[in-house]
């Protein structure tokens, strides 16, 4: 972030906190219909058409740091292996033999030169390339150039290792936008891998990725961890093209630092901004990334289910020795692991109450606002026609997306 835009935000986190009302302009939000979080019609469409189109966060580099590693990654929905070719480069394939679609990998990582199909004995390369079968001589006119590993897209920021099922989507770095630049103070590519952890949430995958483009919750929710030190009447959003956005969250003191990342190792170059305030970046659909100058948790959201979902939790920062962390690390993370708990307390009997006649739809109010960006771009990406009758939203937030 420059000069101008550092004061940009400054001044609209002095309006937020000093407003009487929303802006005069801002248009009133219509309900989210209440079936986008149960109808099963629409959470079909929404698995085909968005969580196997998106660039999704597959694993940090470190997980796959040495030539020939690998890691199988379920969390999108197909059994994906993710690896670290003999160049150096990052790919990902689909779990899948050409021959009979057994699996290649039954372990959860491994390191290896290729790959062989424990059924049938097909070789693959870490390419991809089918280089051998069993019995070669009873397969007539086989062509192993048309028996490739079936690939999918896969990019990088730094070192996190991104995937899409979708062979047509748009490089990351430009769906990205104009989040892609500022994410580059962050030099993930220095940032280490420091642990994972996944929770099991009996709830929709909306329930949580909606209350973690918010604010409004923390005097319920966090009143002993983080609205202590937030001002959430000062937070403020930017809306940003393909459903990213980023929150801005000023502290209630400009001087407060949290104590448990006094001392630790810091990423130079980190601007004003993300280094004096909380701010909480969505790529879309399912990642959420709230960064300081000393370590980064990064959130993914996954649905398992029309009802239930999965939550990783994974930390990255500057020197990070695995062999001897940083004394704060433990209570860094239990601290964290608190908040995160705060905010996933109440989530079965959210998911029991959507299921209600009580439940007809959500009347979202301006702080709320990046809620009702997600589902308009969810509708974009599954596409009017397909929605179901009386469960779209209506466009009214294009004035305030910020190319």
């Known amino acids: ?3 101008v835009e550092t004061a940009q935000i400054k001044d609209r986190m002095k309006f937020e906190a000093a ?17 986008r979080y149960t109808d099963p019609k629409f959470l079909r469409l929404e698995r085909e058409l968005v969580w196997k189109r998106a660039w ?47 699996p290649l990998v039954t372990e959860e990582s491994g390191n290896g030169r290729g790959f062989v199909c424990g ?36 990019e990088t920021i730094g070192k996190l290792v991104f995937i899409n099922e979708d062979a047509e989507a748009e490089p990351l770095r430009e769906h990205l936008g104009p989040m892609a630049g500022e994410l580059e103070q962050y030099q993930f590519e220095k940032l280490d891998f420091v642990e994972s952890r996944s929770y099991e949430v009996e709830c929709n995958v909306k329930v949580l990725i909606d209350a973690f483009l918010e604010v409004y919750h923390l005097k319920s929710i966090h009143q002993k961890s983080v609205d202590r030190f937030l001002d959430h009447r000062g937070m403020t959003a930017s809306l940003w093209p393909n459903g990213h ?5 000023p502290n209630k003191r400009p001087d407060w630092q949290d104590p448990g990342t006094i001392g630790m190792p810091k990423v130079d170059g980190v601007t004003e901004i993300p280094r004096d305030n909380n701010v909480s970046y969505m790529i879309y659909p399912n990642f959420v990334m709230p960064p300081s100058d000393s370590g980064i948790p990064l959130l993914q959201f996954w649905p398992t ?48 109450s959507l299921q209600s006649p009580g439940f007809v739809g959500m009347p979202l109010n301006y702080q709320e606002r990046r809620i009702y960006h997600w589902h308009e771009e969810l509708d974009r990406r599954i596409g009017a026609n ?18």
């Open 56 to 102: 999704l966060y597959a694993c940090h580099a470190d997980q796959i740091a040495n030539l020939g590693d690998w890691m199988l990654v379920r969390n999108t929905g197909s059994p994906v292996i993710v690896l670290r070719d003999l160049s150096g480069d990052f790919k990902a394939f689909y779990n899948t033999c050409q021959h009979r679609g057994a």
């Open 245 to 249: 956005s980023r929150m801005v969250t």
């Open 19 to 35: 407003r009487k009302s929303p802006p005069e302009d801002f248009p009133q939000l219509p309900p989210i219909p209440a079936g």
């Open 119 to 154: 059924y049938h004995g097909w070789s693959y390369t870490l390419d991809g390339k089918l280089t051998a079968v069993r019995d070669k001589r009873d397969f007539t006119d086989l062509d192993f150039s048309c028996h490739s590993l079936k690939p999918l897209r896969c």
């Open 386 to 403: 397909r929605i179901p009758e009386g469960l779209a939203v209506e466009k009214v937030l294009s004035p305030w997306v910020e190319a």
């Open 1 to 3: 972030m420059d000069a």
């Open 305 to 352: 289910g029309d009802r239930t979902c999965r939550v990783v939790s994974t930390w990255i920062a500057p020197d990070h020795d695995p062999e001897k962390p940083h004394p704060k690390w433990e209570e860094r993370a239990a601290n964290w692991e608190r908040i995160l708990y705060e905010d996933l307390q109440f989530a079965p009997q959210i998911q029991e």
